[in-house]
């Protein structure tokens, strides 16, 4: 059975994933240190071509690294599979000191363990178990960023995404885990910084003919978070507020930050025509609002019918191997899974080690689920003509 042999494979490369995983991590890979992430994008690509992917890294900027792009079987008469995450972590060189990876039995701690280089080896090992019990029906395809954590500010590695997503069979993004399910959903996230005009003076002898701006602030802060729709899996959330700073004084200005999470983009033009309106218009006489927008270049996306497919033939590989069912996820943080599923490929994320503390100083990882999840998915893959053909 192919599930026996990849589960003999991974038992028996345990610590030769451990020693990868920890040369990985060492080689420290800040979003904005672009010279480090290439190095370990080096590191990475090297390892895959040794497996016999065909590499190359596009989207490079003067301030960021791209996207490592590797291709194994384009002969093979199938669509592909993708494998996809990102090499980047949020942690600057030296901000963990000697302590960068530390190894506790199961446990692993240390600078991007959890976010995302256990995945990067967890995907490394599937595609090296396959290549050792002779898999060759499906091509396989990797897709590693090198500035997610920067939300790919100042390049195009989020259409690069989409573009080498197009015509895959399916996509499984290894990025963070959570215990006991996989993502069928993420949202993407916009960010509306508002700054509110309006006139000051003092708080008893100018009230009638002051214009205060945060009072002005708090009705529109409170008519743009009315637009949540949980139903539809939007929120928005009312994040930083400043304003005023004497007691007796009415404020002429105020500053407001909110948080808006869309999954479709009909809930994305919704937002973005409501704030323009409600920012139009004044509650207060005399008061002026602007606003800029910022958005992360991650596409929300929904479940359909082929991510819950997807999902279920995962959890009848689950099955045949001995691994309980896994459930799902709607996620409110974004990820290229998005830039994915708008290629209209089914994709199912957050498949990689399960951890906690990511983008912290206690960031870890637990080591059974790389390893379990390893077994998994080189075997959905290896099976993956059952999914094909349903």
Known sequence: MLHQQIDSYVEAHRDEMLTKFEQLVRLESHFEERDNVLRAMAWVQKEYEAEGFVCRIEGTTDDRAGLLIG?????????????????????????????LWRVEGDIVYGAGVNDMKGGI???????????????????????FAGDEEGDHIGTDTNLLYTRESRGALAAFNMETGVEGVLTV?????????????????????????????VEEGMKKAQAIAALTDIDKGTTVAVTVIRGGDHPSAIPPTCSI??????SSAEEKERIYSSVADICANAFIPGTKTTYDVYAAKYEGYLENEKISRLHTFVNEIAKEIGQPAYGKCFRGGAADSGNIAVADIPVLCSCGIVGEHSHDLREMALLHTMYDRTKLFATVIAEIGRFQGA
């Open 71 to 99: 291709e194994l079987g384009t002969s093979r008469s199938a669509s592909p599979v993708i494998l996809s995450g990102h090499v980047d972590t949020v942690h600057r060189e030296g901000s963990f000191g000697e302590g």
């Open 121 to 143: 080896i967890e995907a490394l090992y599937v595609v090296k178990a396959l290549n050792a019990i002779g898999y060759n029906l499906t091509p396989l395809k990797i897709l």
């Open 185 to 213: 959903a993420r949202k993407s996230c916009h960010i509306f910084n508002l700054i509110i005009e309006g006139s000051g003076g003092h708080a008893g002898n100018d009230y009638v003919t002051a214009a205060n701006a």
């Open 257 to 262: 930050t909110i948080d808006a999470r869309v």
